[in-house]
């Protein structure tokens, strides 16, 4: 089992920024990649970002690209997102995900993180 916790979100102005958290606990040596979803009133969880636990190599959706930066801390064990430029349709509750060595897809999940971009 692996836990996480995310932090950081908040309620702020379009252009302004965040630092999202996310902290796995554990069975932290069976992540292989770690993840942030989001998912807004009346819509489905969407992918944002996702970044590989050995190596670091990132992807983003495309909404993101440019404004978001996926990063990790192995010795931390935590994930962050850095949200720049902030826009009123980003606004979301924000979920980290852990995808272990087996399987290919995100096996656990955490509570969310709310994120309010006001215009």
């Known amino acids: 089992q692996v836990q996480l916790v995310e932090s950081g979100g908040g309620l702020v102005q379009a252009g302004d920024s965040l630092r999202l958290s996310c902290a796995a606990s554990?069975?932290?040596?069976?992540?292989?990649?770690m993840g942030w979803f989001r998912q807004a009133p009346g819509k489905e969880r969407e992918f944002v970002a996702q970044?590989?636990?050995?190596?670091?190599?990132?992807s983003y959706a495309d909404s993101v690209k440019g404004r978001f930066t996926i990063s990790k801390d192995n010795a931390k064990n935590t994930m962050y997102l850095q949200t720049n430029s902030l826009k009123p349709e980003d606004t979301a509750v924000y979920y980290c995900?852990?995808?272990?060595?087996?399987?290919?897809?995100?096996?656990?999940w955490g509570q969310g993180t709310q994120v309010t971009v006001s215009s």
């Open positions: 554990g069975r932290t040596f069976s992540i292989y990649a």
């Open positions: 995900a852990v995808m272990g060595t087996v399987g290919g897809r995100y096996d656990y």
């Open positions: 970044i590989m636990w050995s190596g670091g190599r990132t």
